[in-house]
T-cell receptor
Framework: QKEVEQNSGPLSVPEGAIASLNCTYSDRGSQSFFWYRQYSGKSPELIMSIYSNGDKEDGRFTAQLNKASQYVSLLIRDSQPSDSATYLCAVNILYSGGGADGLTFGKGTHLIIQP | DAGVTQSPTHLIKTRGQQVTLRCSPKSGHDTVSWYQQALGQGPQFIFQYYEEEERQRGNFPDRFSGHQFPNYSSELNVNALLLGDSALYLC?????????FGSGTRLTVV
């Protein structure tokens, strides 16, 4: 049974600071790693994907992957009140012939950016 | 470019009834997955359809069934509804391995 663990929070961060969100996963075969942002009552929105060890940066967001430790993190720099949302970590496995299996999600971390 | 569209947006059903939810994938996407998200939880994978067949199934009872049509659109059917089936049902489409989610169907079972 694949599992993804996240601290549910809430995580409170002052505006302009760095928000750090963490996620661990149980299946060592996991190959794709995603961070989704979900506002209350809305559907998840993909903000970052990462497939190899190391850091991947996109604007104010940086995803970090450490497969040896089975650990994924998301850093949000210069946090804004609009970043307040639930952040979902998800993993899956790629099929050799193309495509991928269903996503396994964590329960999400509720992030609050304090103005 | 239309994204993933789901219908209806909201639905209220009575215990024991049956419900059908619909999903049209993003243009160019050939794979459709369905997820159930209970309040305060992460989405749970129900099943995935590819080439009109169920390719993978999560830990959900047989009351949950689906279908994919030749145009890649999909339906999720739930029979014998239980109160615990109340949730946000999300459809996600993909080509290769990038997933795009629809806005979801909020199902309330009373």
């Amino acid at each position: 049974q694949k599992e993804v663990e996240q601290n549910s929070g809430p995580l409170s961060v002052p505006e302009g600071a760095i928000a750090s969100l963490n996620c661990t996963y149980s299946d060592r075969g996991s190959q794709s790693f995603f961070w989704y942002r979900q506002y209350s009552g809305k559907s998840p929105e993909l903000i970052m994907s990462i497939y190899s060890n190391g850091d991947k940066e996109d604007g104010r967001f940086t995803a970090q992957l450490n497969k040896a430790s089975q650990y994924v993190s998301l850093l949000i720099r210069d946090s804004q009140p609009s970043d307040s949302a639930t952040y979902l970590c998800a993993v899956n496995i790629l099929y050799s012939g193309g495509g991928a299996d269903g996503l396994t999600f964590g329960k999400g971390t509720h992030l609050i950016i304090q103005p | 470019d239309a994204g993933v569209t789901q219908s209806p947006t909201h639905l209220i059903k009575t215990r024991g009834q049956q419900v059908t939810l619909r999903c049209s994938p993003k243009s160019g996407h050939d794979t459709v997955s369905w997820y159930q998200q209970a309040l305060g939880q992460g989405p749970q994978f129900i099943f995935q359809y590819y080439e009109e067949e169920e390719r993978q199934r999560g830990n959900f009872p047989d009351r949950f069934s689906g279908h994919q049509f030749p145009n890649y659109s999909s339906e999720l059917n739930v029979n014998a509804l239980l109160l615990g089936d109340s949730a946000l049902y999300l459809c996600a489409s993909s080509f290769s391995y990038g997933y795009t989610f629809g806005s979801g169907t909020r199902l309330t079972v009373v």
